[in-house]
Structures are given as C-alpha cells and as structure tokens.
C-alpha cells in the first residue's frame, strides 16, 4: 500500500472547518484513500473514502487532487468532539485482504 | 450499521497470568478478523489476521505462540495473550468487514481493550 504523509498535529478553532492535508504521492490507479480518526481510548472510526471523485458524507467531505498524490478531509463546522487523530489511509481494493496499515496520522485539536 | 464488540474493555492481571480478549461481530457474519495493537501516544501495528476455520496469519515479528488467535465461528474471535508481562501492556483492537457491504466499504473496528499487566 502506498505511504502517507500527515502533519503530526493541528489546531481549529470551535465552528470553524477543519482541512487536514494528506500527501500519497505514490498512490496507484487502483487505491483509494480512506480517512479515519481515533477518538482518545477508542477504536477507530470509519469517516469517508474515495479513489478520484470528491466525496461527501454526513460528517465530512473529501477532496482529491486531479492526479491524485494528495487529499484532504473537510470537517465543515468543527466540534470539540471533533478532537481526535485522522489517520489518511490508502490501499488497495484486494477483496480477502482488508486490512489496512495505519501511519502516525494527525491529531486535530479543537480550540473553544 | 454493522457493529464489532470487545470484550473487556479494560482488563488488569498480573504478570506470568493469560488473558482472553474476544471480538465479535454483532449483526454480520465474518469470515476475517484483524487484531491491532496500540502502544501509548503511537499508531495501530496490525498483529495478525483471524481466518475463520483456519489458522491465524501473523505479521512479522509477532510471536504466535504468545498471541494465541482463535477464530472458531463467523461471529467470534478470540486473542489470548499467554503469560502476560508489563511489556504486554497495550491497547487491543479488533477490525472486521461486513461482507455485505460492496466490496470497497470500511473495516469497522471494535472500541478496544486496554491491557496492564502489574
């Protein structure tokens, strides 16, 4: 699976939106970029995925560049429960082999 | 929406003892589990995938004689740590993928189990 590049932390404040980066340069035709976060002593959370499209979901909005070596991941109007790591992740779509390989991520912490 | 349990969530023993950590799949039948392990303040290493009816694929550097994976039914997976010590202190994750869901959905993932062993 293609390596991931984070900022380790970043700060937003309360109502704002939230943009974390992701840099997958090396990222296949055949990879998609999944998004996830880790609330403190918790299990990952699922957020949004996409291969090239932007993606809209409920809780954020992913954007993918045009050649597809980076993203980023929208969070519209930022809670304090919002603060968590995202961890960007791409892999292939090997139906039988789902896991996935997580980097350091980013810990996004929300300002009041 | 498919949901992964772990129990327990926290669990203390003391060192040389086993624990038994299970990780169930609530509303859907898997036939792959995958077991993370958390250290404080670092990212989630995969320790081994769970084949149900089959032997358990473990990554490199995790010995399987100590991580023992068990994966006896669709619904049920178990990871016995055998005697434990602090070292093994850790947090416990559990991901599976309903196979119902079109074949690029998420894993989902379990809320984990924190581990001390004193």
């Known amino acids: 699976d293609a390596k991931t590049t984070q900022p380790p932390s970043m700060d937003c404040a309360e109502g704002r939106a939230a943009n974390l980066p992701c840099n997958h340069s090396?990222?296949?035709?055949?990879?998609?970029v999944y998004w996830y976060r880790q609330i403190h002593s918790q299990g990952p959370q699922y957020i949004i995925h996409g291969l090239k499209n932007n993606e809209t979901n409920e809780m954020a909005s992913l954007i993918i560049t045009e050649d597809r070596k980076s993203s980023t991941l929208i969070l519209p109007h930022a809670t304090l429960r919002d603060t968590a790591v995202y961890y960007c992740i791409v892999r292939v779509e090997d139906f039988g082999n789902e896991k996935l390989t997580f980097g350091t991520g980013t810990r996004l912490t929300i300002i009041p | 929406g498919a949901v992964v349990s772990q129990h327990p969530s926290r669990v203390i023993c003391k060192s040389g003892t086993s624990v038994k950590i299970e990780c169930r799949s609530l509303d859907f039948q898997a036939t792959t589990m995958f077991w993370y392990r958390q250290f404080p303040k670092q990212s989630l290493m995969l320790m081994a995938t769970?084949?149900?009816?089959?032997?358990?694929?473990?990554e490199q550097g995790v010995e399987k004689d100590k991580f023992l994976i068990n994966h006896a039914s669709l619904t049920l997976s178990t990871l016995t740590v055998t005697s434990a010590h602090p070292e093994d202190s850790s947090f416990y994750i559990c991901?599976?993928?309903?196979?119902?869901?079109?074949?690029?959905?998420?894993?989902?993932f379990g809320n984990g189990t924190r581990l001390t062993v004193t």
């Open positions: 769970s084949n149900e009816g089959s032997k358990a694929t473990y």
């Open positions: 090396t990222i296949s035709g055949n990879e998609y």
């Open positions: 991901s599976a993928r309903d196979p119902r869901e079109i074949h690029n959905s998420p894993l989902h």
